[in-house]
């Protein structure tokens, strides 16, 4: 197959007076482990059901696996697995049941998917009697990503597959999502948190309908345009304070027990920005402020390109 | 927080058993007034019995824990009176207005009609929804309505206020926007006790405490847990927690 497995070609999506996708375009390449990364309300999960040809774009086009989302539903539907972020599978049928009943509305049997959702499918099995609502959320979407696969689609579209989990089970979904891609398998997910985004080959970050920025993880903090230093001090409510007061403030937001501090002026380098900040906060009596330059990350990257005043709370 | 006033709350030995099921195993911490504390743990840890225990839902089976001043066995009543309640999943009812939802929780917390009317009409100005007071919860998008359930929450003043995953699903600028409005709680004395699934949301408490199988496992400010696991995300202090236990996912 010569074309990409997802094409979107300045896609628009309004529901009344609300633009969920505004122009939005992207590409993901085969064997791809993409990511859609952004908050609720976003656009992510209208561009899944784009792409799962459940919606149909106002303006724009797409395609998926080299069929357009208009025109090739039927084509497309049979050759996506698709994991949708609200609770997907049926509560009152036993795990069992839930993976029969997806392999046959595909057409197929458990038996002929089973070496693909095995690595999956074995960390349920035990429970496979068990009605699918009784599971925790960890099993659940085991079970879902398991239904999901159990057709063999060639592209795997996953809508928030871990929101409501907790970390080690996060932790052993993406391990798995990374066993799907070294096979082969083209893989979309979305996620609110940005501390996911460091798992994808790429990622879009994606704001009130637009794309933001599409990059590598690692490069997308490059697009924040200013040193970066994290500052650390026992009076964290104070010190917040005493940075947004500094005449040449750029940004000054809090990061878990940091503030991380950029100065506007970029023409000045950073060793010359970094004393001068050291002696405004040791004139503003913060004689045990801690400050490191760092590189900026993912999340001081999408507040940049969110376009808000800098360090101005929404 | 650096001064140490009188603990907001004090959990000594606390105990809760299903059958023969040990679901909290003999807690014991204490959080200072004003203090911003993390509480986290995977899903059957026993985070949840815990809280349900802290707030008075749940009588303990061994050992005590008092919540503002006030033993949750057996002033259960008082203890509640004295906190507030914040969910992701449920704190507002989306088919009421916001002075509506107001009003309801005040009647709830026992605020008089004065009271709700004097309060209720700061928090709509605090939070700059004068235009929006009277529209429905469900027209709201999730920041302010994040932001509006905290509120609510602080209405009648509580000394500590449960936070259940208080930030999910919103862009990074809206959530710091809500820490710094936790953080201006607590340094106005009000105890902030967080649970959440999400570690780099625990990264902006005072301290953290994490629970594996009934047991408090690691408790200390995240740079004390990270540097004691060497480590520089909570999210691996967490994980290497959690599966040293050997509990099923």
Not at chain 2, 78 to 86: A, F, K, L
């Amino acid at each position: 197959m010569s074309a990409l497995p997802v094409v979107v070609d300045n896609v628009t999506k309004r529901f009344g007076t609300t633009t969920a996708l505004d122009s939005v375009s992207l590409s993901v390449n085969e064997a791809e482990l993409y990511g859609l990364v952004g908050p609720d309300g976003g656009g992510k999960t209208t561009l899944f059901r784009v792409l799962t040809t459940l919606l149909l774009p106002d303006g724009g086009s797409a395609s998926v696996l080299g069929h357009d989302v208009v025109r090739d539903l039927w084509a497309i539907r049979s050759r996506v697995g698709y994991m949708p972020g609200r609770f997907s599978l049926y509560g009152d049928l036993s795990v069992a049941e839930n993976l029969q009943f997806f392999a046959s509305v595909f057409g197929t049997t458990v038996k002929e998917g089973y070496d693909l959702i095995a690595p999956i499918y074995s960390q349920i099995e035990r429970f496979k009697d068990r009605r699918a609502a009784a599971l925790s959320g960890g099993m659940k979407q085991k079970l879902a990503l398991s239904c999901a696969l159990v057709h063999r689609p060639d592209l795997l579209l996953l809508d928030e597959p871990t929101t409501g989990v907790d970390a080690v089970s996060r932790r052993e979904f993406w391990d798995l999502l990374h066993e799907l891609r070294r096979n082969g398998l083209t893989i979309v997910v979305s996620t609110p948190y940005m501390d996911e985004a460091s798992r994808c080959d790429r990622v879009a970050l994606v704001q009130q309908g637009r794309v933001l920025a599409i990059d590598a993880p690692a490069a997308i903090g490059g697009r924040f345009p200013r040193p970066l230093f994290a500052v650390r001090a026992s009076r964290r409510a104070a010190l917040l304070d005493a940075l947004r007061q500094y005449p040449h403030l750029g940004s000054a937001l809090p990061f878990g027990e940091d503030v991380h501090f950029s100065d506007a002026r970029v023409e000045l380098a950073p060793s010359e920005l970094e004393a001068a900040l050291r002696a405004h906060l040791l004139n503003a009596g913060f004689s045990d402020a801690r400050v490191v330059s760092i590189a900026p990350g993912i999340e001081d990257a999408f507040i940049e390109l969110m376009g808000e005043a800098p360090g101005v709370a929404a | 927080m650096s001064a140490m006033p009188e603990a907001a709350i004090t959990v000594d030995g606390l105990t809760r058993q299903f059958g023969d099921f040990t679901a909290v195993d003999a807690i014991s911490f204490s959080v200072a007034q004003g203090e911003v504390f993390g509480f986290l743990g995977a899903n059957g840890a026993g985070k949840t019995t815990a809280i349900r225990m802290l707030i008075g839902l749940l009588a303990p089976s061994g050992g005590r824990a008092s919540v503002a001043g006030f033993d949750v066995a057996t002033q259960s009543e008082e203890v509640r009176q004295r906190i507030g309640y914040m969910s992701q999943r449920f704190s507002l009812y989306d088919d009421l207005t916001i002075r509506e939802n107001i009003a309801l929780y005040g009647g709830i917390y026992g605020l008089s009609d004065a009271e709700i009317a004097t309060r209720g009409g700061r928090l709509i100005t605090e939070l700059q929804l004068d235009a929006n007071a009277d529209s429905l919860v469900a027209s709201l998008p999730l920041g302010w309505k994040q932001k509006l359930a905290f509120s609510v929450a602080l209405l009648h003043e509580p000394r500590v206020v449960f936070l259940d995953e208080p930030t999910g699903g919103v862009d990074p600028l809206t959530r710091r926007a809500f820490w710094e409005m936790i953080y201006a709680a607590a340094t106005r004395g009000t105890t902030v006790f967080v649970t959440t699934h999400y570690l780099d949301e625990a990264e902006y408490c005072d301290r953290v405490a994490i629970m594996v199988d009934g047991h408090v496992a690691a408790l200390g400010t995240p740079s004390e847990l990270k540097a004691q696991f060497d480590t520089s995300t909570l999210d691996e202090v967490f994980v290497r927690l959690a599966r040293g236990s050997g509990a099923a996912a």
